[in-house]
């Protein structure tokens, strides 16, 4: 079994629609918590941490469930824009970072 | 802000061929991670340097090495290259100490490619 775990998609959906994601964990050890977005080709870059109480920034929404081990994305509205691959990552004490293989996204005019 | 800074970005080797890929940050983060990255795969850890002056081990270290040259630079040595890795190589930085809740950043890549 992976450590970290997600859907590989490709989610395809129309603009202005809701999509979520799910990601699930296997180490209950697990300290940290972040959604990372990647473009066609390029870097992974921070979308957001994932804190225990859940947290927002405008259209993104991110929650963590220990007890389940899974942390989720919830993006509203979604915009051409949005089309990426959408990473999942569990930080496991020390300097041990698991990236999932990622989400693919498509949001379609 | 140039953040993590990787050369080259394109490559092409032949079998057996060595060389090094460079890695900068000027974010004064303590450690620094070197990925590679094949389709349809997480990212995988390669070598990690904790501080100045450390470098661990990650998942896939096998025919690399690496070197922490000081705080801000990290290389990756391909000694005698192998078409396995032809990959995305992904360096990064970040303040990761035990119970730190900071993420890492990424340099934009370096595309090797082994004939």
């Known amino acids: 079994r992976k450590e970290v775990e997600q859907d590989p998609g490709p989610f395809n959906v129309p603009e202005g629609a809701t999509v979520a994601f799910n990601c699930t964990y296997s180490?209950?050890?697990?300290?940290?918590f972040f959604w990372y977005r990647q473009d066609c080709r390029k870097e992974p870059k921070l979308l957001m941490s994932?804190?225990?109480s859940g947290n927002e920034d405008g259209r993104f929404t991110a929650q963590l469930n220990r007890a389940s081990q899974y942390i989720s994305l919830l993006i509203r509205d979604s915009k051409l824009s949005d089309s990426a691959t959408y990473l999942c990552v569990v930080k496991t004490g020390g300097f041990k970072t698991i990236f999932g293989a990622g989400t693919r996204l498509f949001v379609k005019a | 802000n140039a953040g993590v800074t990787q050369t080259p970005k394109f490559q092409v080797l032949k079998t057996g061929q060595s060389m090094t890929l460079q890695c900068a940050q000027d974010?004064?983060?303590?450690?620094m991670y070197w990925y590679r990255q094949d389709p349809g795969m997480g990212l995988r850890l390669i070598y990690y340097?904790?501080?100045?002056?450390?470098?661990d081990k990650g998942e896939v270290p096998n025919g690399y090495n690496v070197s922490r040259l000081n705080k801000r630079e990290f290389s990756l040595r391909l000694e005698s290259a192998a078409p396995s890795q032809t990959s995305v190589y992904f360096c990064a930085s970040g303040d990761s100490e035990t119970g730190s809740n900071q993420p890492q950043h990424f340099g934009d890549g370096t595309r090797l490619s082994i004939l």
């Open positions: 994932v804190y225990s």
């Open positions: 340097s904790a501080s100045e002056g450390t470098t």
């Open positions: 180490n209950s050890a697990s300290q940290s």
């Open positions: 974010m004064n983060h303590n450690s």
